[in-house]
């Protein structure tokens, strides 16, 4: 995109269940094992067969930030997707077909390279199967890649099914690779020379990221209910986490997974479960339940598309409301947004360490963007985050009758598990005193609510400015942007195209949203001319928490299309606020 | 290895007593609530038991019946309506050594809950569940139940229930239920032995009880039971699952006693077996991250 650096969009449409989230999988692997850095997005129909995928990775020799704006080199597989996705390619671009499922076009302005990939599949490799290996050999061969990259990835992929499906897949893989050799005449060297491989670059999305910093963070129970586009992350844990002693369940639905989860944090376990929107609706009771009977609870929502069955497989962040406010009556709970795969992988277990220390529920809000975002990431430091324990009591100093509920300057009272010698108590959800007896005082009620909720004041107070992030100077910037979650790098990309062309932005991220650090961002918005706040909804979810919380009154750019925001557009909009 | 074990030489085994397992709170229930009859035959089969009150945790959900934690002096989760079992089969994976005994009602277990309750069964998570089926919603005073009798007055059934009754016990017994019993709260000596067998027993136990409610229920009381219930005899063969069937069949007289009783792995033994099968020597995150490179 810029200069003679390597920096461009492929871009994959083809039928669902024809292997085409595959074939960019291998794509993307392949590439980033080059050396390059990758950053994807994908999209595909809720149904398992049918409908159009789409699958696109941004290739670099730099960090990227976002899935990118125009495609580049469009590979369409079959003619829905031809038609849904040519007008994104840029003027210039490379078009390169299946010419067995999608009629020739004429497209004066591109390089066009038809291929009978079904063909070569079934006629020289003998199994319709290896089509999407008969494309990967095409785009590395026209991308410039060397054949043993995907070699590599191919045996990989296909090693468990044995060494004469994998032999099978290298002369598919071959057979495209030579095709594109052999007769097309527009080659051009897209993947400029790296500099060299750098072996401490992870290529991981989202979802991998959480469950692995989930164990990270001494995860040792997992509950959780199949739900798109959360449910990688259950499939991730269950072969690993017991290798760690833990314990992973398939709950009956939603409310059992938090039943189990709540279950298991009482009697000492660090415990999680991670659903999407309609799921978290069905546990918002047992939320509260946490929050009252002050059990450790980290619940991620990955975040999906429109509401009731709306998108499934697509992204959103409109679970803003339902994390803060999703509530009988009040009680207190934590709301964290990541903002990056990378950060993902730290986040998640700060979460678990808030949630042991203060006792309460924590809700970690991630989306399908994020969860299904792979990307190279620089390999995590596993000392970064230190562990914090929950609060026990002192089985050698026990001074009268336990008070679980110990009304302290914090609001964190010591908590027994089962199994400790002279602390046998009931947690309840009930309101209660000290003593967890039922107590219905309007004084009690009063100090229990007070001490539950100086919990988050303690948190905001010690910790919250800490998970801060400040992008570029705000002082006199023409537009501060306040965002929230997995916008980060769509955001500073924008940024940096503003810049170009002569506005100055700077971006704040709160990582922990609930309680929001107010005094912070009112500090920054102090700094620059107008505040913007972009996010993926209808809306402008976090824009209208911001008016309630702080004094600042931000102009709201909210769009819900399934899509995470794009740099142009977020840009266009920089420039739009910074001329108003 | 070459360490020495020291064992902890812990021989003074205190008997408790009945009393000793009484909570300081008095029980909200109304005066001659079968409840009672529950909470005493509970405190006699630990009794009995013996079990370590640091040792125990009894869960409950919400109802007349699931205050019942409190009053006991052994670690307690009183929870939201319905979810009883998630949460006590979260406290048995995190912790096995524990007994966990689950306690509620029939609107609690078999209304709100039942989503949860063949999972339950067919897991075989070693718990006790102990129903007091008072066949009325108690705490909001008289509304229909799923073990209300068809043609049931209430005040939310004016003209009589139009629904069919919920079986418990044969739910149980087809969904995987290792121990699967009914008592009644009439009758407080069988039902301790009840709760002791099901306590013992290692896998998912359902005790199912009938405790009437007297407040509310005009219909199913103690007079009704009165000549109505007897002792399941020696000669039933409770690995008999068919003949557990037929016997959980029967009303006018109900059996009481235990119906069914077979052995099978629990959940808990099998989580442990599949913690051997994946287990790899000092796993760890550093590891995993190669996979990624």
Known sequence: ?580 | MAEVQTISVETQVIQRQPKDYKSDLEPIWCPGCGDYGVLNALFKAMSQLNLDPDQTVLVSGIGCSSRLPGFVVTYGFHGVHGRVLPVATGIKLANPELTVIGVGGDGDGYSIGMGHFPHAARRNIDITYIVMNNQIYGLTKGQTSPTSTLGFQTKTTPFGSVEGQINPLQLAIVSGATFVARGYSGMPNQLAKIFVEAIQHPGFALVDVYSPCVTFNKVQTYDFFKGRVYEIPETHDPTDKFAALRLAEEEDPFPIGILYRVQHPTLDEQVALLKQKAYTPNPSVEQLLKRYQ
């Open chain 1, 1 to 580: 995109m810029e200069g003679s650096r390597t920096d461009f969009v492929v871009r994959l449409a083809g039928e669902s269940g024809e292997g085409v989230l595959s074939l960019g999988e291998m794509l993307t692997t392949a590439l980033a094992r080059l050396g390059y850095e990758v950053y994807t997005f994908r999209t595909y129909p809720a149904e398992i067969k049918g409908g159009t995928v789409l699958y696109q990775v941004r290739v670099a020799d730099h960090v990227l930030l976002s899935y990118g704006s125009h495609v580049d080199v469009f590979v369409a597989l079959n003619e829905e997707g031809y038609h849904d996705n040519i007008s994104s390619l840029r003027p210039g671009g490379t078009l390169i077909y299946d010419s067995d499922n999608v009629p020739t076009h004429e497209l004066p302005d591109h390089c066009v390279i038809p291929i009978p990939i079904g063909t070569i599949a079934k006629r020289d490799i003998g199994s319709v199967l290896t089509k999407n290996v008969v494309a990967l050999g095409a785009i590395l061969r026209y991308l410039g890649a060397p054949v043993e990259a995907g070699e590599h990835i191919a045996e990989q992929t296909f090693k468990r099914k044995g060494e004469e499906v994998v032999q099978k897949n290298f002369q598919a893989l071959h057979a495209g690779y030579n095709y594109v050799a052999q007769y097309v005449d527009c080659l051009k060297p897209w993947l400029g020379g790296v500099e060299r491989v750098n072996p401490d670059r992870l290529i991981i999305n989202g979802n991998e990221a959480l469950a692995l910093g989930a164990i990270q963070g001494g995860l040792m129970f997992y509950a959780g209910y199949p739900i798109t586009p959360a449910t990688d992350i259950m499939e991730a844990l269950a072969p690993i986490l017991p290798r760690f002693g833990g314990v992973v369940m398939q709950a009956e639905d939603e409310i059992a997974a938090l039943g189990m989860v709540l279950g298991a944090s009482y009697a000492g376990k660090r415990a999680m479960t991670a659903t999407s929107g309609p799921g978290f609706s069905l546990m918002v009771e047992q939320i509260n339940l946490a929050a009252q009977a002050e059990i450790p609870a980290v619940i991620v929502d990955v975040q999906r598309g429109g509401a009731s069955t709306g998108l499934p497989t697509k992204s959103s962040q409109g679970d803003l409301n339902l994390a803060l406010y999703g509530v009988h009556n009040e009680a207190p709970r934590v709301v964290m947004a990541p903002t990056s795969v990378e950060d993902t992988f730290y986040l998640i277990q700060h979460a678990l360490n808030i949630a042991e220390r203060y006792q309460l529920p924590v809700i970690f809000l991630s989306d399908q963007s994020l969860a299904h975002r792979r990307c190279t990431i620089p390999k995590p430091d596993l000392g970064r985050v230190p562990r914090w324990e929950r609060l026990l009591p002192d089985e050698n100093s026990r001074n009268g009758e336990y008070a679980r509920y110990a009304i302290t300057e914090t609001g964190i009272s010591p908590m027994a598990l089962p199994g400790m010698r002279g602390f046998a108590y009931t947690a309840t959800g009930i309101e209660h005193n000290e003593y967890s007896d039922p107590t219905y005082t309007p004084e009690n009620l009063q100090a229990m609510k007070g001490k539950r909720f100086r919990k988050l004041q303690h948190l905001n107070e010690h910790f919250g400015e800490q998970f801060v992030r400040i992008w570029g100077d705000p002082d006199g910037a023409d537009v501060g942007i306040i965002g929230w979650g997995s916008t980060e790098g769509v955001i500073r990309e924008a940024m940096q195209m503003a810049q170009r062309e002569g506005v100055r932005a700077a971006a704040l991220y709160p990582k922990i949203l609930m309680p929001l650090p107010v005094r912070i961002i009112e500090e920054f918005a102090s700094k620059v001319k107008r505040v913007l706040v972009p996010e993926a909804n209808f809306t402008g979810e976090f824009a209208a928490y911001l008016r309630s919380q702080t004094g600042i009154q931000p102009i709201s750019y909210a769009r819900d299309t399934g899509l995470p925001l794009d740099p142009e557009e977020v840009k266009a909009e920089i420039l739009r606020v910074a001329r108003m």
